[in-house]
T-cell receptor, first 114, second 108 residues
Framework: DVKVTQSSRYLVKRTGEKVFLECVQDMDHENMFWYRQDPGLGLRLIYFSYDVKMKEKGDIPEGYSVSREKKERFSLILESASTNQTSMYLC?????????????FGPGTRLTVT | GQNIDQPTEMTATEGAIVQINCTYQTSGFNGLFWYQQHAGEAPTFLSYNVLDGLEEKGRFSSFLSRSKGYSYLLLKELQMKDSASYLCAGSRDDKIIFGKGTRLHILP
């Protein structure tokens, strides 16, 4: 079974803290993605990666960075957390093989910045 | 543009049929996804249409018209567990662009 795991389900951090969100997939997928999901705004792409050490900005990269040192692991970093980064963060992975790019999602991390 | 539009909320009755529409205003989409997301959980894959027409999968069917930029998800024999958000999403290369989702309420 496909599996994407995220390091925490719930996280509370203070304004200004550096925050690391970890995502691991065990499907040997090339592509990995970080989204945030907010009521009324849907899923918005923050960053994605097609391969190890590669990263591409999504629609809302400001205030975030990412790291992909190993194929199975994709980390999202909030350099200095702010209250407007309180959100549900979802990681996903996919493979470009075949005609479908179906994304498999992790369970999500609900981050609260106080 | 990349707008994907779908209704914000819908209500239907247990045992009935409901159709959730999705329109998109972009060229370059390889295909159209539908995902289901229960409250507090991650989205899960329902269907992917790359060709025009209807694809049936049990109680769920998905339709695509590429020339009209239109898709719908059809849910038959509704069950209470179908209460969820349904996300329409277009695929372009390795990326997926998501709509804001339709929250479906099922009444007993």
């Amino acid at each position: 079974d496909v599996k994407v795991t995220q390091s925490s389900r719930y996280l509370v951090k203070r304004t200004g803290e550096k925050v690391f969100l970890e995502c691991v997939q065990d499907m040997d997928h090339e592509n990995m993605f970080w989204y945030r999901q907010d009521p009324g705004l849907g899923l918005r792409l923050i960053y994605f990666s097609y391969d190890v050490k590669m990263k591409e900005k999504g629609d809302i990269p400001e205030g975030y960075s990412v790291s992909r040192e190993k194929k199975e692991r994709f980390s999202l970093i909030l350099e200095s957390a702010s209250t407007n980064q309180t959100s549900m963060y979802l990681c996903a992975s996919s493979t470009p093989q075949g005609s479908s790019y179906e994304q498999y999602f992790g369970p999500g991390t609900r981050l609260t910045v106080t | 543009g990349q707008n994907i539009d779908q209704p914000t909320e819908m209500t239907a009755t247990e045992g009935a049929i409901v159709q959730i529409n999705c329109t998109y205003q972009t060229s370059g989409f390889n295909g159209l996804f539908w995902y289901q997301q229960h409250a507090g959980e991650a989205p899960t894959f329902l269907s992917y249409n790359v060709l025009d027409g209807l694809e049936e999968k049990g109680r769920f069917s998905s339709f695509l018209s590429r020339s009209k930029g239109y898709s719908y998800l059809l849910l038959k024999e509704l069950q209470m567990k179908d209460s969820a958000s349904y996300l329409c999403a277009g695929s372009r290369d390795d990326k997926i662009i998501f709509g804001k989702g339709t929250r479906l309420h099922i009444l007993p």
